[in-house]
Every structure is written in C-alpha cells, then in structure tokens.
C-alpha cells in the first residue's frame, strides 16, 4: 500500500450557512448511534441513513405569523482538515518526505418530506500519491462525488439506492488517534452503485438493533472521475472486485447495543462479498466482528475503546488469506485527548510466505473553544515488510449547515 496523507475537508456553498459544531497516512470519523452510524451517502469517514432531527417541527410560522411547512428543506455537515505528515524514516528511502495535504467534504441532504430526501457526499482530496522522492504541499487535489441517491425511512425502516458506501467493518471509521485507521481503511466500502435497505428493531432492555443489506457493483459512471487534478474515470476493464457493472455484489450487516452490559456499548457483525472483475482470479468474502462504545469515567473524562476483527478471503481478488486485528482508546479530559490505537494485518498468499504488517499510533489533541482541533501523532507501521516512522499535525474543523 503506498504512503497516502489524509486531507483536509473545505467547501464553498452560496447560501446561509449556520455553524454549529478527522484522519491518517495510509485514513475516520466516528458516529455511534446505537444500532447504527454514519450514512451510506455520507462522506467515508455503519448503517442508518442520516435523519433530520426528530425534534423538528413539521411545520414553521413565516415571517407574518402565519403556518408554513418545514420542507422542504436542505441541510447537512462539512469537515475540513489540514494535515502535515512528515517520514522520518523507511526502509523505502524515497518515502522519507514532508506531505502537506487538505481534503474538503460536503454532505447535503435535500428532504422534500420527513421521509423522503436526496443525499449527496462531494470530496475534494489529493486523489493521487505523491511521487516517489518529492515533498508535497497542497497538489494533486481532485473534486468528486463519493455518494448520490435517495432515501426513504419511515419508522424503523429505511431504503436507500443510487451511489453510496456499503457498510462493512467500523475500525476504518472509528479507530482512534490520527492514523489509527491507516490500515483498516483496506476494507472500507465505498463509490458503489446498488440499493439496499435497513429495519431497526427496539427490543427495550435488549437494545437497539439495526440489520442493513446492500447490493451493488463499482461505479463505473461519469461520476467515478474527478474535476480538476483528473483520477481518470474507472472502466470494467480496470478490474477490481466488484466491477462488473451488475448487482453480482452485497454486504449485510448487524449492527446495535450490547444488553445487559456497560451502558454505552455497541456492537457491528458483518459479511460482505465482491465478485471478481476482469482481472482477478476469485472473488472476496470478508466476516467483520466489532465492539466499541463511548464510557464516562467521571465528570469531563470520557473513553472511547474499539476492538475489530476482521477476515478476508481474496482481498482484492487475490490468492490469499488476510487478518486484521485493531485495538484502540481514545481518553478525553475536558478539551484535551490521548488516543492509542494499533493494528496488526496478517497475509497468507496462496502456496506460502506468511508475514504481518504491524501499525502502532500515538497522538494527541485539543479542541478549542472555537470548535477547532489540533493533533499531532506519531506512528510506526510495516508495509509488505517495509517499515516506516513518521510524525503528524493534523487541524480540524466540522459544522453543521442549513440552507433556506
């Protein structure tokens, strides 16, 4: 896997904007609500699709006094980063670099109904690795549409199609720390093109459960391009699992509560499996089991562990076996965070020549008044055998929108 900085998150909208509120080298953001998380058209950083607040009025006064209906209307989030990764050392001497990077992510829901809504993700990231031996400070940036579709929900049931991420697996979203997702971001979903659906069911003291299935193939439309640095748009030539430009794909999965534990405790089991496009030789199937919470140790001090498994036959249509083990925490007290975080990736290639690529993180932050954050980290991880050590600064910014 090539050396990849996070980005940083901007966007410019010509509308009202209302204020009101990150991650890695190889890299999440973390949602947990219980029995599900971020959207399937949200950005990528698992599974209900994002709801207006419940609280909301079906209906508003204007400016005269007199009832109007609160839809339909548009709003959504954006999170913006700066992130600065500089290799100190690798056993790949041209990898020893200063990566200076932003990414700019825009999630915006038009909701015609409380039920019914548009949801659309638009990216603009480096889309291209550095080259090999050259520092970089904000190139390669490309804009692109990660998702677009529409969604129902009604009560505890909500149906999605068009281009979205299929959920599988949370330690690429939710591991702590800078680059805690660095390797775990290897079987993340995303850019498909399906349908799919979500039920949730409330079983009172048991928790909240919610099952998610999906069925999709990699987009290959004019949508999988980018405008301005050109990632040139994907073909069913190209290969890759998935890419076959039918529904041959799906994943399912179980997210909710643990009952009867620590309050705050969650849970994913997942299954996914990726036809083999034109230039693999076996299709992929991967088994993904989670946990993962948010615990308060007293008044200001706050921790968030995740712990996942996951397993892959054929990763990326290949003859082998792989494993992903992540452990993580993050402590907050007050503004301040501590997070830790490793994952150990374990490859069995057909025919021999087991190895495993360890990633340790460390990293640090404070998030000011303003709704800012800054983090610096280190981290250390092996790639095919190639280890590499590197430091990181990492200033965020996310918040909420409303366009009228």
Not at 101 to 107: G, H, Q, Y
Not at 236 to 264: A, H, I, Q, Y
Not at 265 to 279: I, K, N, P, S
Not at 310 to 334: F, H, K, M, Q, S
């Amino acid at each position: 896997m090539p050396w990849t900085g996070t980005v940083f998150k901007s966007l410019i909208a010509a509308a009202a904007i209302l204020p009101c509120g990150s991650t890695g080298m190889l890299a999440g953001e973390p949602s947990a609500d219980a029995g599900g998380g971020r959207s399937p058209f949200a950005p990528s950083p698992p599974a209900s699709v994002q709801q207006p607040d419940e609280e909301a009025p079906l209906l508003e006064l204007d400016v005269t006094g007199r009832e109007k209906s609160a839809y339909p209307r548009v709003d959504g989030a954006v999170s913006l980063e700066f992130q600065n990764d500089y290799v100190t050392r690798s056993g790949n001497k041209e990898d020893e670099i200063n990566d200076l990077t932003m990414s700019n992510d825009l999630f915006l829901a038009v909701r015609a109904t409380p039920a019914l809504s548009l949801q659309t993700s638009l990216v603009a990231e480096d889309v291209k690795d550095p080259r090999p031996g050259q520092n970089r400070y904000f190139e390669d940036v490309g804009v692109y549409v990660e998702t677009l579709g529409l969604v129902y929900q009604s009560g505890a049931l909500t149906l999605f199609a068009g281009k979205f991420n299929p959920t599988f697996g949370v330690a690429w979203d939710l591991a702590p720390g800078i680059y805690g997702a660095d390797l775990a971001d290897d079987y993340e979903l995303t850019e498909r093109i399906g349908f799919g659906g979500a039920a949730t069911l409330d079983a009172g003291a048991l928790g909240r459960h919610t099952l998610t299935g999906q069925t999709f193939y990699l987009d290959t439309s004019v949508l999988s391009q980018s405008w301005g640095t050109q990632r040139g748009r994907t073909r069913e030539g190209d290969g890759g699992v998935s890419n076959t430009k039918s529904l041959e794909s799906f994943s399912v999965t179980l997210d909710g509560e643990v009952p009867r534990t620590l309050d705050g405790l969650r849970y994913q089991l997942g299954v996914e499996r990726q036809r083999q496009g034109r230039t693999e030789s076996h299709d992929e199937w991967g088994l993904a089991a989670a946990v993962y919470g948010a615990f308060e140790l007293a008044e200001d001090v706050d921790i968030e562990p995740v712990l996942e498994w996951v397993w892959i036959r054929n990763l990326d249509g290949e003859p082998n076996t792989v494993t992903y083990a992540t452990a993580g925490a993050a402590l907050y007290i007050g503004p301040w965070n501590v997070a830790v975080s490793s994952t150990n990736r374990a490859t069995h290639p057909k025919g021999g020549g087991a190895f495993s690529d360890p990633l340790f993180q460390i990293s640090a932050g404070y998030e000011f008044d303003n709704g800012f954050s800054l983090n610096v980290g280190f981290v250390s991880f092996q790639d095919e055998g190639v280890g590499t050590n590197a430091i990181g600064l990492l200033l965020a910014y996310d918040f909420d929108l409303e366009i009228r």
